[in-house]
């Protein structure tokens, strides 16, 4: 049960896995909880008011934005970040296409970009264009390099249909 001492309150939830308790500052930004309490800084802290999807992060199941979320919120909840997403795998392919594809430059939007997609390609078939446009609108890239994004992004949706597919059809 969350606890409340003074202006801190107790926490108790999973980060990449892992269980992680704490007494966060009430007013304290989940990703700032991720980044400065945790040292997980692949998401990153930028607009800090919900604009530019820099710091998207998971939570149960959802890609949210870290600096719209309060620490004390994510009290109970399943967080992934980039990192997590990384170690496990899941999203091996799509980092792959974004450096076959030179999808990155400065690589600062790159985690957000990373976590809002896979999240699109989690609900499975290929999306098209304008749908993965769609998806990644609410992440900002200052390096303007969004229709290599898009084609990356395209890339792994495909390749993943295609091997759902033949998995479907792997008995016939
Ligand atoms: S830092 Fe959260 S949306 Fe920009
Ligand atoms: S690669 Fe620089 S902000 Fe997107």
Not at 6 to 20: C, F, K, Q, Y
Not at 27 to 39: A, N, P, S, T, Y
Not at 87 to 95: N, P, S, V, W, Y
Not at 130 to 145: A, D, K, V
């Amino acid at each position: 049960m969350t606890e409340i001492v003074r202006d801190r309150i107790d926490v108790a939830l999973t980060v990449n896995g892992e269980p992680v308790e704490a007494r966060v500052p009430a007013g304290q930004h989940l990703i700032d909880f991720l980044r400065l309490e945790l040292g997980l800084t692949g998401a990153h802290a930028s607009c800090e008011h919900g604009v530019c999807g820099a710091c998207t992060i998971r939570v149960d199941g959802d890609a949210v934005r870290g600096c719209l979320m309060l620490a004390a919120q994510a009290d109970g909840a399943e967080v992934w970040t980039v990192e997590g997403l990384t170690d496990t795998g899941e999203i091996a392919d799509l980092q792959a296409a974004f450096v076959a594809r030179n999808a990155l430059q400065c690589g600062f939007c790159t985690p957000g970009m990373l976590v809002a997609a896979q999240e699109l390609l989690a609900r499975g078939g290929a999306p098209s264009r304008g749908e993965i446009r769609e998806h990644l609108s609410g992440n900002y890239c200052r390096c303007t390099g969004y229709e290599a994004i898009v084609d990356a992004v395209e890339a792994v949706a495909m390749a993943r249909a295609g091997a759902a597919a033949q998995e479907g059809g792997g008995g016939a």
